[in-house]
């Protein structure tokens, strides 16, 4: 694992790109308590509570262990999750958005988003295939969890078949967490060595904090973390989507966006 030298500050500079998680209301709970989560879109651990609407997911789902269930919920919940634990240790919600499309109008703020997700000389790949440098699209799409302790909180996380996922190796709330927490990024059936991963970091009084990772060459990131702290986990893959999405969204990128958040105990 390779840290970057940067680190910034909430405070200190602007984030360039929109992240999009689930944040329970509480990451550990009671086994005879209902789980509490929302859908949030924004920057940097503060956005906007997203409320439940079908039309807007294709998956939304909890696991553990083996057993899952769908989340059941009525159009206009907030929070979007409320319903019982599949049962006792740690549930890990599962959210898969439809996909979305926003627009470039010029080149420059693209290559602030390639740039920021070191995506590489995307520049290139863009001129060679013939595209323009203003007025064009992108399509895609959020592969978000949440790991929630659910009583005594023991079990793990796994691959539950988003595109893109990130697997945390680490139990935030029964493990050794003294050296580190450990996560494993995937695309498809693939692991993702030398990747970046981006890390929120939100102190007990809201204060964030944001670090560059790598994975390895397992796809493993190692990184730090504090007690009474919550984490976001974010990798983003980028493609050139297939003749079926182009058709049908005029985009000439793909982004698939992987997401995992998580808290530690005091």
Known sequence: MRVLALILSLFSAPVAAHEFWI??????????????ANIVNGEAFAGANLSFLPQRFVNFALFLGTESARVEGRPGDLPALQQAPVGEGLNVAVYQAKNQIVSY???????????H?????VLRQHEARGLPLDDFTEVYS??????????????????????????????????DL??????????RNNLRPDTQVEVFEKAPDSRVSIALYRTN?????????????????????????DDTLVERSGAVWETLWANL??????
Not at 105 to 115: C, H, S, T
Not at 217 to 241: E, N
């Open 117 to 121: 997700k070191d995506f590489g000389d």
């Open 178 to 187: 003294s050296n580190g927490f450990r996560v494993q990024v995937y695309y």
């Open 23 to 36: 944040e329970p209301t509480d990451y550990q709970i009671n086994a005879d308590t209902n789980l509490e």
């Open 105 to 115: 109008e010029e080149w420059e703020k693209f290559q602030r988003f390639v740039d």
């Open 261 to 266: 958040t998580f808290g530690v105990p005091e």
């Open 142 to 175: 959020r592969h978000a969890k949440t790991l929630i302790g659910v009583g005594h909180a023991e079990g793990s996380d796994r691959r539950v078949g988003l595109e893109t996922e990130i697997v945390a190796l680490t139990n935030p709330y029964t493990g």
């Open 217 to 241: 060459a397992d796809g493993i990131a190692t990184f730090p973390v504090k007690p009474g702290h919550a984490y976001m986990v974010d990798a983003v893959v980028l493609r050139v989507p």
